[in-house]
């Protein structure tokens, strides 16, 4: 057999194992981390993607040995807590992914690691409360609660304290809860005609996610107002939990299928029924079209809804190539500069949302194609905040560069996160932050 470096084709991904015992043994796992860590050292080509290569490097350069026999085993760990699972280095970057016989899936083996520690009891009170999204969302938002949270999360004193007791880093900004939640204010679609396109489905079913229901509803509101506009008839997702991706990145796989056992019995009757279903969050999309499928392979409904699931921006260009979008925009936007998120990166759709974003007249943008170091829960974390900021300051450094009227990125969080690098670079200028689906609903002059 010729082995050979990369492959023309696209990477295949193999099923997570997770069920099997030897998952969870921990001399496979050693064994396992030993043999890919041992090619990532002779290859190093993803050194500057996070801090998880780098960690590992120095771990091989500081032992006895100079190879990775010499690091202990107990050293690993400090690896796989610098992964924030943004899988760029498989999809982007790895040449020996399957199908090459090396079959190197780094993300993967840290979800192994991490999957591990969890199922051994090493995970923090803070990581179980950081990933409770939709638990402590419903709580924030509670309307004599969600002041208090709000005021708590500004204040010196409380971010102290939280940062003490909870090791949530006091300088990172957390986004505010919002007094109306979206799912209860989402008004009724208009009657449209369904029209099917070619490409697209002519009608949407809309998967709120945790974040746009309890922190930006106007993302959400947005969105709806894109789809009216293009006389495209929507429904909101009946009942929906959060999606699971907080929890997957913990490594807690029975609470992702519990999750997975509330949204799939939703999702998969629309799917079914030929809608298209957007989620307006990145990492949410994903979750659906990349992690579910390969956490439990075997089931149709799983399938059904990776299949008719769309990051939004996919489905509006498609849309419009179907010739079923009015490009008719009153309103320039100027100079926006568009950062593009891991989670969008990986779900290789292409840049749809920048393709959208030039469809307005009298507007420029400025693509960034960087992780700005965010990733879930992982940025705010005390002990990882400023190698996050440190991750995230190219992005804010070229997102700045052509002094834009707007800095706009498809992750939400992400697009907090460049807001604050900005100022804390002193390099906001009079850039205004608002969502990609902000800034297409503001070009079609809709108010
Ligand atoms: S998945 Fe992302 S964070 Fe994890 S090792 Fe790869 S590039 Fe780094
Ligand atoms: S993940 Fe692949 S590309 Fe990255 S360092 Fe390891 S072997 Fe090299």
Not at 32 to 48: L, N, Q, T
């Amino acid at each position: 057999m010729t082995t050979r470096e990369g492959s023309l084709e696209a990477p295949t991904r193999h099923p997570v194992d997770w069920r099997n015992p030897e998952y969870f043994d921990e001399a496979s796992i050693y064994k396992e981390m030993e043999r890919i860590f041992d090619i990532c050292h002779g290859c190093r080509r993803c050194v500057s993607l996070c801090g998880a290569f780098p960690t590992l490097f120095d771990l091989v350069d500081e032992s006895s040995t100079l190879e990775v026999d010499g690091v202990a085993k107990a050293d690993y760990w400090r690896v796989v807590d610098q992964c924030y699972l943004c899988d760029v280095c498989y999809m982007t970057k790895c040449p020996y992914v399957p199908p090459h016989p090396w079959n190197v899936d780094f993300p993967h083996l840290m979800l192994r690691g991490k999957a591990y520690k969890f199922r051994t009891g090493r995970i923090s009170l803070r990581d179980k409360f950081l990933t409770s999204t939709d638990r402590v969302g419903k709580l924030a938002t509670i309307p004599v609660v969600v002041k208090m949270v709000n005021a708590a999360n500004q204040a010196p004193a409380a971010r102290a304290l939280m940062e003490k007791t909870l090791g949530v880093a006091a300088e990172a900004r957390l986004p505010p809860y919002a007094q109306d939640r979206f799912r209860d204010h989402v008004p009724p679609s208009l009657a449209w005609p369904v029209r099917n396109g070619a490409r697209t489905p002519g009608k949407v079913a809309i998967f709120a996610t945790c974040y746009v229901n309890y922190n930006e509803p106007g993302i959400g509101h947005d969105l709806l107002r894109i789809l009216e506009h293009n006389r495209i008839p929507y429904t909101l997702v009946e009942q929906e939990a959060c999606c699971g991706m907080p929890k997957l990145e913990l490594g807690d796989f029975a609470t992702v299928e519990a999750l997975k056992d509330v949204n799939i019995p939703m999702l998969a009757p629309l799917a079914q029924a030929g809608y298209a279903i957007l989620t307006p969050v990145p990492s949410c999309t994903l979750m659906f079209k990349q992690e579910l499928p390969l956490l439990f392979p075997e089931d149709p409904d799983v399938a059904a809804v990776r299949d008719a699931m769309y990051d939004p921006f996919e489905y509006l260009v498609a849309r419009d190539r179907d010739g079923l979008i009015d490009r008719n925009f009153k309103r320039p936007l100027g100079s926006v500069s568009y950062h593009i998120p891991c989670h969008s990166r990986v779900q290789n759709i292409g840049q749809r949302t920048r393709e959208a974003l030039e469809w307005i007249p009298g507007t420029t943008v400025n693509t960034v194609e960087r992780c700005a170091g965010h990733d879930g829960t992982w940025g705010v974390k005390r002990e990882f905040y400023e190698d996050s900021m440190r991750i995230g300051k190219p992005v804010f450094r070229r997102m700045a560069e052509p002094a834009p009227d707007y800095v706009s990125s498809d992750c939400p969080i992400a697009g907090r996160r460049i807001q604050e690098g900005l100022e804390k670079l002193d390099a906001a200028g009079r850039a205004r932050k608002a969502h990609p689906l902000t800034l297409l609903r503001m070009a079609y002059g809709l108010d």
